[in-house]
């Protein structure tokens, strides 16, 4: 390429004309453009584990099944979780989590997958320091691009973590954070398959406690991954 010495010489040693001008234009128009060309999103470097959970780890569920089949102990439970793109927060994977209980949200937050030890798939939980209100489902992920982490905050005793078992099942705990029992957070046991899930409601959550698990069916399609590795194959097709 031209070194910078060379295009500063070109640009002071010879008097400009209209033509040399817009040459000189269209030059540094093809730098400017060749520069764009070569960016590109780094994406991190996470074991096949974190992204065959992040698989799981999405949809559109919901209880409706066990509603209608009159579990009186059940709320309706409707959740989102969607792969989403949040600059500030790369390069990890992050999904964008949001449960209604009875039309109404409770959770709401950004989820960053990292690699734990033995194993362990990590789950970093941020809230949204000004949450804004709005219909259960309506929030696009083109709302989110422009974050800074003045508008996110973590609580690290709320983080969560999952394993991945031999049959690709993943079970792990889901603190709850708005909950303080004995100056902790309960926790849900929760397990992903591809196209269920289930979780556990304990005494002191949102959710009305019940003997039985909740089971959350996957409604429709996956959402498409972002920021995966480009040689990635899905364990976890769509099935439903």
């Known amino acids: ?21 817009l ?3 269209r030059f540094f128009l093809l730098l400017i453009s060749s520069s764009l060309a070569g960016a590109s999103i780094t994406k991190a470097r996470l074991s096949t584990a974190v992204w065959n959970f992040m698989n799981k780890f999405n949809g559109i ?18 959740v989102k979780i969607q792969p989403v793109d949040i600059p500030v927060l790369r390069p990890n994977p992050v999904m964008l989590v ?11 937050e950004l989820c960053v997958l990292t690699d734990g030890h033995d194993n362990i798939i990590n789950v970093l939980r941020y809230n949204f320091t000004n949450p804004f209100i ?19 905050h973590r ?25 303080i029992v004995d100056k902790m957070h309960p926790a849900y046991s929760v397990m992903f398959t591809c196209d ?4 556990t409601v304990v005494m002191d959550m949102t959710e009305t406690p019940s003997p039985e698990p909740d089971i959350m069916k996957r409604k429709g399609p996956k959402f498409p991954m972002v920021v995966v590795p480009d040689n990635y194959d899905s364990n976890c097709r769509d099935t439903c």
């Open 155 to 179: 609580d690290k005793s709320c983080d969560a973590e999952f394993r991945l078992t031999e049959d690709r099942i993943a079970v792990g705990k889901w603190p709850s954070c708005r909950h």
């Open 61 to 78: 569920f919901n209880n409706q099944d066990e509603v209608n089949d009159g579990f009186k102990d059940h709320d309706l439970i409707e």
């Open 1 to 21: 390429g031209l070194s910078y010495f060379y295009i500063c010489s070109v640009l002071v040693t010879r008097r400009p004309t209209a033509a040399m001008m």
């Open 196 to 199: 269920y899930y289930t979780f």
């Open 134 to 152: 709005h219909k259960p489902g309506t929030i696009k992920p083109s709302a989110l691009v422009n974050l800074t982490l003045n508008d996110l």
């Open 23 to 25: 040459g000189k234009v």
């Open 98 to 108: 949001e449960e209604a209980v009875n039309g109404k949200i409770n959770i709401l």
